[in-house]
């Protein structure tokens, strides 16, 4: 295998993590139908799509063990400070990896999504 070419995470109620997405989040709808929803982040250079489930997801735990990492341009205290503004509550503290500063932020279904200032 060469590369990992797409992600898509099944969530429970589509319209709550589309919004979540796009007017906590700030992520732009590449295109959506009735089953999904695909985003385009940092003007397309990264996608992956919410989506309906493919199987039942009563009594499961979303999220555990899923992290999805995105490169940011911008200072990780900037970033955090304008989701922080925009209500966003479930941001972790910043944190120093091997790859450089990040924080974390989970979606309503409790997926991790990163946001590294690369060294």
């Known amino acids: 295998m060469k590369q990992l070419t797409f992600a898509s995470l099944q969530v429970i109620d589509l319209e709550v993590s589309k919004n979540f997405y796009t007017q906590q ?5 590449d295109n959506a139908n009735p089953q999904a ?7 397309g250079q990264a996608s992956f799509a919410i989506r309906t489930p493919l199987e039942p997801l009563e009594g499961k735990e979303l999220g555990v063990g899923v992290a999805l990492w995105f490169a940011i341009e911008e200072k990780v205290e900037a970033l955090k400070e304008k989701y922080l503004a925009g209500g966003i509550t ?10 450089g500063r990040a924080f974390h932020v989970k979606d309503p279904d409790g997926y991790k999504l990163t946001f590294l200032e690369a060294k």
Request: hydrophobic fraction near 40%.
């Open 37 to 43: 929803c695909v985003f385009k982040y940092n003007q």
């Open 25 to 29: 989040l700030g992520f732009e709808i």
């Open 90 to 99: 479930t941001a972790g503290p910043i944190i120093e990896t091997p790859f």
